[in-house]
Structures are given as C-alpha cells and as structure tokens.
C-alpha cells in the first residue's frame, strides 16, 4: 500500500511537493521534510542577523552626531562584526563616546552643568529589533 503525503514544507517557487511512500518510509521522508526546513530557516536567521545588523550600522552612520573635535571619526566609525552565531555592532573608533553622547555627561569646569544626550543608537536598535521580528516571522512562514 502507498500513501499519497503533501509536504508544504519543501515548497519551491510556490509548487506544493506530492510525493508517493509506503508506510515503511513514512517516517524517514517527514524526518527527511523537516531537516530542510530547519536547514532553510537557520539560514534564513543568519541573513537576517546580518542584514539586520548592518542596516543598523547604516541607520547609526547617519543619525550619529558630528563634533568639532572628532571631525566624522565618530560617525563613520560604526561597524558590525559576527562573533560566534551573532552580531555586534559596534564603534571602532570611538567606542569610550556612545554612552556620553547617547545619554548625556556632567560639563568639567568652574561651571559645570549638563549636557544633553543624543539619542541615537536605541532608535537604531529598535528599528533593527523591529526589522529582524519581520523578518523572522516571513522565514518561519515560509515566505
């Protein structure tokens, strides 16, 4: 006896995948289903995390703030690097400033004082959150 078995998930180009088992191998070709599609999501998490990671390096490039004194150091120096299954983004070259700048820091002097922050990296963080949410919902999906 054989048994006709739909495997949406090996889907390709949006044609469904009929495919005739016996019984006896029911089981290895669900197991053998199920393998690819965890294979295809894992990949599709990577691209997101990296895509994800370097629109928030493009996003912080532009919304970064421009000191007399760092003359765009600190502005182009964001970048995202992989360290082991994730993403960091980061600044390279001025990484001791995103806290003050992104929080605010005491004035030095007889004076003294505050000054304002910056917001600028948690707009940039959440639209990288927001972005990796829709992308890994269309992954799952199968989209």
Known sequence: MRWIVHLPSLQKKGCDVLVKV???NLADEITNALKEYTTEVEEGLEKAKEDNAKEAVK?????????????????????????GSAWVVHNATNYQLTHLLEKGHAKVGPKGGRVPGKPHI?????????GYEKQLEKIIRGG
Not at 122 to 130: D, G, H, N, R, T
Request: no cysteine; hydrophobic share 30%; aromatic share 8%.
């Open 59 to 83: 996003i912080l490039k532009t919304t970064s703030p421009v000191g007399k004194r760092t003359r765009r150091k600190y502005k182009d120096g964001w970048r995202a690097k992989k360290v």
């Open 22 to 24: 016996s019984i006896d």
């Open 122 to 130: 948690y707009p940039a963080e959440q639209k990288a959150i927001v």
